[in-house]
């Protein structure tokens, strides 16, 4: 080879090709990793706590009935944990602890600040009575008849049920009529004890509270009937301005016939109403919510059979001055609004294309990066056979024009390997082919000059004599 002229081996590719493969691969790896995650929470059942009480309360085994329902689901987005507790107070405290993620609470109440209403589980009256036996003497002393709420002063009330709730509204009711609660005497006994207690207790009237056809108040009241004589119902006249003064309740009226028979009570009687709500923390996820909220009114009618109380749940108000403001999901549901799996996920769908956009466009860059190696070595062999050639015609030597040969063998193997992993493009690749095919054709020239020399004829007949010697 002439002076200063030095060969240039091609670059192993395994390295480039290597890591140019580990990058591909990695990245397809973490592409399907994140679809696969994403789509798993997406579809994945959730898990509501749900606060519920007392025990052996019609609400529980509603609730109860409800996460059953719900559990047993092929295709749920929504399952049900009830959380039981010591009735509505002790659920809201529940849910505003954070505790639980639903709750069964009293409209009446104090509402916590983090719950939002999802549905009306169901609407309760107040029904207030004498008995028969107020009517005639009680104890020794001649009983007045009673027959309006604000004839009750200096009279003993049996309220059903042990909650203080229903006591702070009998003296609301007491204290519309401008009868002092401290002038009346309050006796409490538990629900499930209510009909032996009424039987037993010389009360001058009860107040019981639940639903228009709840089974413990038509029993309570059927106790207090004796001898054949039927009960006075004591209507709330004032039911509007306790409503106006007090949003958590409504004015109502109880139908005639609906306490246990056709004359209880025989005429509509006014009352005021309030509901118990289903609530779900301020937090929690509005595509959640909605889902539980189809999913509930979707089942209830399947409970009716067995839970009467299920086939009452109603949506929730969703106006925006309601006593107990709507959770979004549930005012998605109710209002027909309801965002589908696109609607709800297109954001992320959308940044994780631009994301996956961007990734590929780094693995563009990246893997450009890896070839430049290979495209800067492949320049510089040929700059080399543009050197060769330069020689080749000039040379002296068929030996050393040999080796330019086996150089330039080498050079197209490292060519062609660098098209097939895309380092060049293919004008590279033809002008490569240009100036090969020069190249040949410049060492092909030069060897057939230098064996046409005189010197070299000579030398050529000696090689063949030498060669026939042998």
Not at 356 to 372: E, R
């Amino acid at each position: 080879m002439t002076d200063g002229s030095a060969s240039i081996s091609p670059k192993p590719l395994r390295s480039a090709k290597r890591r140019l493969m580990f990058v591909l691969i990695a990245g397809a790896l973490a592409i399907i990793g994140a679809t696969i995650a994403g789509y798993y929470f997406a579809v994945r059942p959730v898990t509501l706590r749900i606060a519920v009480g007392p025990a052996s309360s019609d609400d529980l085994k509603v609730v109860q009935a409800l996460a059953q329902a719900f559990n047993n689901q092929q295709h749920t987005q929504v399952k049900l944990r009830p959380v039981q507790t010591d009735g509505a107070t002790a659920s809201a405290q529940t849910l505003a602890d954070g505790k639980a993620d639903l709750a069964i609470i009293r409209g009446d109440l104090e509402v916590p600040k983090n719950a939002q209403a999802v549905a009306v589980l169901r609407k309760n009256v107040v029904v207030m009575w004498v008995p028969p036996a107020a009517k005639g003497k009680v104890k020794g002393r001649k009983a007045a008849k009673i027959t309006k709420i604000a004839q009750l002063a200096g009279r003993k009330i049996g309220v059903v049920g042990r909650t203080p709730a229903n006591v702070n509204l009998l003296k609301l009711i007491l204290q519309q009529y401008g009868v002092d609660p401290m002038k009346v005497e309050i006796v409490q006994f538990p629900a499930n004890e209510a009909v032996e207690a009424i039987k037993n207790l010389k009360a001058d009237a009860y107040l019981a509270v639940g639903p228009a056809n709840s089974k413990l108040t038509i029993d309570a009241i059927t106790a207090s009937a004796k001898d054949g004589g039927e009960p006075t119902f004591l209507p709330i006249d004032a039911s509007e301005a306790i409503a106006q003064n007090h949003p958590a309740y409504e004015a109502a009226e109880i139908p005639a016939g609906s306490l246990g028979s056709a004359d209880r009570p025989d005429d509509e009687v006014k009352t005021i109403s309030f509901s118990h709500h289903i609530v779900a923390r301020k937090g929690l996820s509005d595509a959640t919510v909605a889902a539980f909220t189809r999913q509930l009114f979707a089942i209830r009618q399947s409970l009716k059979n067995d839970f009467p109380l299920a086939a009452k749940i109603e949506t929730p108000d969703t106006d925006k001055d309601a006593t107990i403001p709507v959770h979004p999901g549930a005012a998605a549901f109710v209002d027909g609004e309801e965002k589908t799996f696109l609607d709800r996920y297109s954001d992320y769908i959308w940044w994780s294309l631009m994301a996956f956009s961007a990734m590929g466009s780094a693995g563009a860059w990246f893997a450009g990066y890896l070839k430049q190696d290979e495209r800067n070595t492949n320049t510089s062999q040929r700059e080399r056979l543009l050197e060769m050639l330069k020689t080749a015609r000039q040379s002296d030597s068929t030996d050393e024009l040999d080796q330019m040969q086996a150089e330039a063998d080498d050079i197209l193997r490292h060519t062609l390997d660098c098209f097939e992993h895309g380092a060049i493009e293919e004008g590279t690749l033809t002008a490569f082919n240009i100036a090969l095919e020069q190249f040949h054709n410049a060492v092909a020239d030069r060897k057939a000059l230098l064996l046409s020399m005189p010197q070299n004829l000579q030398r050529t007949a000696s090689q063949f004599r030498a060669a026939g010697t042998a």
